[in-house]
């Protein structure tokens, strides 16, 4: 079975310029997760997705950043326009049930972003 | 305001001995609780996990025990093998949510 799967797996771009991060969660997965990681850092929280709902957004820095999950199946993030501080590992995880053995969320590899 | 802490950036133990990893958390409506293992230039692999209701989880070389009067758990890695060097991240979730929120890493390193 594939596991979470994300595109771009690294990006450079300028700053000012728009990009946009592709994740697919693992088949049959309701719950994904966006993630961010800077330099050194803890793993950040960004958002939550159940199906195409966004459940939590509480982690979204600003309104430069826009996910969408249409469908119910793979996720974009959209960066518009990047700055500099939004450089970092952006992580896609998902998760399948609510409770039991479907707390567990699964990463895909990251899509590196740097902005410059 | 970091509600997950790992306070040691880095450890190093010999192969064949005990890694021991820690982190300590500040909330109590914590319910779960998981550990991730990260390779360089790799998404995070989970490891292990334990729910609140438990102090102890065991699987094969790796035990994560869960202190929550001291809102501590630690990861134990008996034996340590080269192969363990990597990244290790906890990760909690409140009860009710699925917003996981993730320590800062602790580096470690098994030496041959």
């Known amino acids: 079975e594939a596991g979470v799967t994300q595109f771009p797996s690294h990006s450079v771009i300028e700053k000012g310029q728009t990009v946009t991060l592709r994740c697919d969660p693992i088949?049959?997965?309701?719950?994904l997760y966006w993630y961010r990681r800077v330099m050194g850092k803890e793993i950040k929280f960004l958002l939550h997705?159940?199906?195409?709902?966004?459940?939590?957004e509480s982690g979204m820095p600003n309104n430069r950043f826009l996910a969408e999950r249409t469908g119910g199946t793979y996720s974009t993030l959209k960066v518009q326009p990047a700055e500099l501080e939004d450089s970092g590992v952006y992580f896609c995880a998902s998760s399948q049930v609510k409770g039991g053995a479907g707390n567990t969320i699964y990463f895909g590899e990251g899509s590196w972003l740097t902005v410059v | 305001d970091q509600q997950v802490k790992q306070n040691s950036p880095s450890l190093s133990v010999q192969e064949g001995r005990i890694s021991i990893l820690n982190c300590d958390y500040t909330?109590?409506?914590?319910?779960?609780f998981l550990w991730y293992k990260k390779y360089p230039a790799e998404g995070p692999t989970f490891l292990i996990s334990i729910s609140s209701i438990k102090d102890k989880n065991e699987d094969g070389r790796f035990t994560v025990f869960l202190n929550k009067s001291a809102k501590h758990l630690s990861l134990h890695i008996v034996p340590s093998q080269p192969g363990d060097s990597a990244v290790y991240f906890c990760a909690a979730r409140g009860w009710g949510t699925y917003k996981y929120i993730f320590g800062t890493g602790t580096r470690l390193k098994v030496l041959a």
């Open positions: 088949s049959g997965h309701d719950n």
């Open positions: 997705f159940v199906k195409e709902s966004k459940q939590d």
């Open positions: 909330n109590s409506m914590f319910d779960y």
